[in-house]
């Protein structure tokens, strides 16, 4: 008996010592696989087509240190984005989504590791022997027994206990749950980014928004400084008229003049109150209308860039996210491939189990099993090869994608780039523009009084100072927009999303 035990003993022994060797040799297979991974993506889709330069020149810019916003030299807008960024809806609703994208990663990527598991047991139960045809055997062993007994039914109870801890595991032999935690972290990577450009993108609209309304102010105090001027004509006119110098022609003009300005001056009030108010809402604030704005628009704007085309992919959010949706697409194909091989998966369970919840923390009382599936699909109508077609499929858009959206990205700065410059040329003509038709009017005004020229010469240099006026503050505002554009278009300043 002791020969026998011993021999079972070694026997035992040895089993184990072949199964952690199968074990560890699986595990070697995990460990080389996962060092080398093929690219199932193509990492230059558009090498060999971009400019060494854009077809614009970029225009010169001052150097600048600190953020982008920084360099308007805005006390008030800074204040307000700063304000903007911490209290806006949509920046919180950004992070939340942000924070989201992670724990999907997170979730995606788990089927990497083991699932371990711990529970504890407890159950009773009762059998009766008849159901087993054993009633009448243990009845019979006690003959001496009153027949009254002979119909009664032997039953018996039991308690059991359990402790117990599991392992489950599938073996990545091919790489199919590395591929997959890749993709996981490819997928947050583009939204991460997708995000990142979003609030960049907010931020550049707030701006935008602000100086639209500090226009409506100087639109609306210039429509102010109008109704004076018009007031004032208007009284040379009448003196004129009293005197008889001029016609009642003239004084019609004048008063007609008038009374349109007057209109002109509500109507740019009530479109400055409405933006005003807009901008108090964005910043969470009660829509009162006495939000302090800037006297006037920044002369020193964000400096553009000196960056070459080739830039334009590693600076821009959203020109990432679309390279990291390949990356996750090849990552996906190369899960799909993988799953058509055999599939290799561990379960070890170990624990306790006894009739007494008091031995259930006992070793004597032990139990354990191990166990190793191997399973490979045999048919599955087709399922699997359609999931690597479609797998390829979506690769092959996410390219295109990529492609088309850099295409985008390079014409939307070449157009802004080319916006620069005419927008250039249009300020210089209407600041000249501005001053000529001032002195016009003050000429023609002074000559008036003097009866040397008519009213309407007097009533057009005035009109057109004013529209010349408003016009350069509608361009000086476009420039602004169109320079923040240029920025968003180049990928701006990553730096000022934190």
Known sequence: MVCWSFFNDTKKIKMKLIFFKFIIFFMLLIFTNNCSSPKEYNNNLLEGEVPNTWTKPLPKTEEYTGLWWISFGDEEMVEYLENFQKNSPNIKSILSQLESAKQLARINSAVSFPNIQAGMSGSRSGQNLAGFGFSDLFSGAFGDQDSSNNNQVISFESDNYGLNLSLQWELDIWG???????????????????????????????VQTYYYTVESKLQYELSLKTTESFREVLNIVESRYKEGLTSSLDYRLAESSLAVSKVDMESKKIQFLSRLRNLEILLGFYPSGKLKLSDELPKKLPPIPSSLPADLLTRRPDLKSALEKVKSAGYKLAEAKRSKLPSFSLTTSGGTSSEELKDVLNGDYGVWSRILNISAPIFQGGRLDANVKLNKSQLTQSEINLVNKSLMAFMEVEQLLNSENSIELQLKSLNIAVSQSKAAYDLSKARYESGLIDFVTVLNSQNQWFNSQSQYFSIERTKIDNRLQLILALGGSLESLN
């Open 176 to 206: 199919k749950a590395l591929n997959a935690r890749r993709a996981a972290y490819a997928d947050f990577n583009s939204s991460n980014y997708d995000l990142v450009y979003l609030s960049f993108s907010t931020m550049i609209q707030f």
